[in-house]
């Protein structure tokens, strides 16, 4: 560590412009991996929120909420020890007498139920046509008491009240009752045990109280996350950007310290001559690579860590600390792996050719 550290004392500018490239690929990597916790996120904020076990779904659904379609009467026979109807349809709601407009998840559920959000401004919804909406609609311009029109529907629903972090598949929810989303699907209200709903949403983490119809599909909350359009291939593409990333930095990395050892072959040579081992220039070399990767890392959480701090709510990005310091961790275990690129290279330097030399 010693050797390692002076020689980057007695090199600044060299040692600089590595931990330069360092921490850009830890920058990239770390803002990669807030936005695909932020993109996955965006996506299950809603399901993560009813804190449910499972849901019961039609089998054609293939675990589509919006393609599952089931009466009331049908609900009823799905046994569960807590259990809460849904319904859904996806819309554009447009603010009445402007042009502002939104993609919507307009969801129905009893407001005795356990699937009703806890309301962070404003007040819960006491009948029809009243919704309580996820509050990322502020910043569009939205707020309390605003009327909206919805898309292929003459309904129109009122804002009472907004809740936090209630987005199904990147659109905001608007939450209400049943009746009001069998209004807008159907244009009509249907109560009775005809009436049409979409799932049933259930709690029971051992699964050991739910009995389902043969017809239904009962799906744990996971997988059904997991089948909701876009999320797997987007988390499954950006996972693949940071592996790949770590590749590209341990070669790198590997490149830079193979052409330094090259350049310091007479230097390794005379130490050699003084009776200094391989092994211990070896571990000079892998100690030197573990302080660069370690400045890179720290100085790319920082920047991170100021980029996540001012970027516009609009940018779907979250920071998971213990996420970054297990990414930062592998990346400096691959930086020294790159360096091992340079070990055949030092155990074969012969003292008397690299002197002449």
């Avoid at 993109?39 to 293939?62: F, P, Y």
């Avoid at 529907?153 to 804002?159: F, G």
């Avoid at 996350?225 to 693949?240: A, N, R």
């Amino acid at each position: 560590m010693f050797l390692a550290w002076n020689e980057m004392k007695s090199a600044k500018l060299r040692f600089l412009l590595i931990i330069g490239v360092l921490t850009l690929m830890t920058y990239l990597v770390f803002l990669l991996s807030g936005l695909a916790n932020g993109l996955a996120e965006m996506n299950r904020e809603a399901v993560d929120q009813w804190k449910a076990d499972a849901i019961v779904l039609t089998d054609e659904s293939d675990m589509n909420l919006s393609q599952s379609s089931m009466t009331l009467h049908e609900a009823q026979r799905i046994s569960a020890e807590h259990k809460a109807e849904i319904a859904q349809i996806l819309a554009v709601a447009r603010k009445s007498g402007t042009k502002i407009k939104e993609s919507v998840a307009i969801t129905g559920i009893h407001k005795d139920q356990f699937l009703m959000p806890n309301v962070s401004e404003g007040r819960s919804f006491r009948g029809d046509h009243e919704v309580i909406a996820d509050d990322s609609l502020k910043a569009d311009g939205l707020k309390l008491g605003d009327r909206l029109t919805i898309s292929s529907s003459e309904q129109k629903l009122v804002i009472v009240g907004f809740t936090k972090k209630a987005k199904f598949n990147a659109a905001p929810v608007l939450y209400t009752t049943i009746a009001t989303v069998q209004k807008i699907k159907y244009g009509k209200t249907d109560t009775s045990d005809k009436g049409i709903i979409n799932g049933v949403v259930i709690r029971d983490p051992y699964f050991t109280k739910i009995k389902v119809p043969s017809s239904f599909k009962l799906t744990p909350i996971e997988p059904f996350i997991e089948h909701m359009p876009g999320y797997t291939p987007q988390k499954i593409s950006l996972d693949f950007m940071i592996y790949f990333l770590f590749v590209i930095v341990s070669v790198t990395i590997g490149i830079f310290l193979y052409v330094l050892t090259i350049q310091k072959v007479s230097i390794f040579g005379v130490m050699k001559a003084q009776g200094i081992s391989s092994l211990f220039l070896i571990r000079s070399v892998i100690a030197q690579t573990f302080l660069l990767a370690l400045f890179g890392v720290c100085a790319g959480f920082i920047l991170t860590a100021v980029t996540g701090a001012f970027l516009p709510s609009a940018v779907p990005i979250q920071l998971d600390i213990p996420a970054l310091i297990g990414y930062g961790a592998i990346f400096i275990f691959v930086a020294a792996l790159g360096s091992l690129f340079s070990v055949q290279t030092i155990v074969k330097i012969d003292p008397v050719q690299a002197i002449g030399g």
